[in-house]
């Protein structure tokens, strides 16, 4: 319980057709364990898997005072985008650095 999971690219070891099964392990492992996840991905079949989980989908920008983090929801511009697009859209056209 309250552990932190941190996982690189988890796409890289996971045919895309199971990426699917991995977002419901997730979900599974927070509501049961009360664990958290952070992992880095530039798929949009697993971002997209959070498309109607905008606070669960985080931005990571770098400015010049620091690396801000970001939730999906807390970003007027992009729940705005989200509703005309999907996360995966917004992430392979580079939208979320974009707004």
Do not use: W
């Amino acid at each position: 319980k309250g552990t932190l999971i941190m996982v690189e690219e988890p796409e890289l070891g996971i045919h895309p057709p199971l990426l699917h099964a991995l977002a419901e392990l997730i979900r599974t492992m927070v509501a049961e364990y009360g664990c958290q996840f952070v992992f880095t991905t530039h798929s949009r079949v697993l971002v997209d898997e959070f498309r109607d989980e905008p606070d669960a989908i985080l931005r990571f920008r770098r400015t010049d005072d620091g690396t801000v983090v970001e939730r999906a929801s807390d970003v007027p511009a992009l729940l705005e985008a989200l509703e005309s697009s999907t996360p995966g859209d917004l992430l392979e056209s580079n939208l979320f650095n974009a707004v």
